[in-house]
């Protein structure tokens, strides 16, 4: 079946304008996870939704980062006035439920290259 | 001190060594052990996972969790050219949850 899907694949944009990434969880799949993986700091949580529950954001960076799911599904991760700093690659993961036993399932990755 | 500390290697071996990889931790909440093999421009993926100290064995791998000294370890025996890829342990369990806490990947090439 489809695994997760992201998109753009890469992103290259100048400092200061917003950038909107997305993510198609696995269908069925209830809890949705945004990571960053980047040189110096390694592969980071974000966020994560599970079901219609409050997100965890506690991973979130700063203000100018933020998340939302739609109906369940797709999410999307706005970063507003991106600086060089968030150059990295943002990576979504789905899994059965927020419970550790559940395989999180993750995808390609949209690279972001802020110049 | 990180939650997580991962020599970043990079490792390169001759194919059929054996290939031993580490991790330390210091949250003692962590009771969800991980590894994750990455290879290069794509998703991490899971390979190994267990909740116990011991051993468990799959195939060529080997997933060794020692609780007592927060440290864990991967073994793959007659390493092939593709298993060539970067290895991240991860952790999960306590107030974290489902999220998972991951070691900065240790980058491994096994040459014919």
């Known amino acids: 079946g489809a695994g997760v899907s992201q998109s753009p694949s890469n992103k290259v944009t100048e400092k200061g304008k917003d950038v909107e990434l997305r993510c198609d969880p696995i269908s069925g799949h209830t809890a949705l996870y945004w990571y960053r993986q980047s040189l110096g700091q390694g592969l980071e949580f974000l966020i994560y939704f599970q079901g219609n529950s409050a997100p965890d954001k506690s991973g979130l960076p700063s203000d100018r980062f933020s998340a939302e799911r739609t109906g369940g599904s797709v999410s999307t991760l706005t970063i507003q006035r991106t600086q060089q700093e968030d150059s990295a690659v943002y990576l979504c993961a789905s899994s059965l439920g927020a419970q550790p036993i559940y395989e999180q399932y993750f995808g390609p990755g949209t690279r972001l290259t802020v110049t | 001190q990180k939650e997580v500390e991962q020599d970043p290697g990079p490792l390169s071996v001759p194919e059929g060594a054996i290939v031993s990889l580490n991790c330390t931790y210091s949250n003692s909440a962590f009771q969800y052990f991980m590894w994750y093999r990455q290879y290069s421009r794509k998703g991490p993926e899971l390979l190994m996972y267990?909740?116990?100290?011991g051993n468990k064995e799959d195939g060529r791998f080997t997933a060794q969790v020692d609780k007592s000294s927060k440290y864990i370890s991967l073994f793959i025996r007659d390493s092939q050219p593709s298993d060539s890829a970067t290895y991240l342990c991860?952790?999960?369990?306590?107030?974290?949850?489902?999220?998972?806490?991951f070691g900065q990947g240790t980058i491994l090439t096994v040459h014919p």
């Open positions: 991860a952790f999960a369990g306590g107030t974290s949850y489902g999220k998972l806490t």
């Open positions: 267990t909740y116990s100290s």
